[in-house]
């Protein structure tokens, strides 16, 4: 598993790294939409794995970031 624990801090070096789960969240919905155009019927595991990845970026980021503060 990837360790996060050097996110958390937020320093100016590190600050970027906040904007990962908006470019994911992006580049969910530009799958999706590609997706869409091939078919719709399996749309719905490009917003469940979408979710995921946003989740298991953003949630070790945020307790990193408040267990600095």
Known sequence: MLSYSDYGTLQKSSQSIVYIPIIIGI???IIYAISR???KRYNWIVTI????????IAIPIFFGAAKHN
Not at 49 to 56: H, V
């Open 49 to 56: 794995m979408g979710i995921a990845t946003m989740l298991m």
């Open 37 to 39: 155009l091939f078919t």
């Open 27 to 29: 580049a969910t919905i």
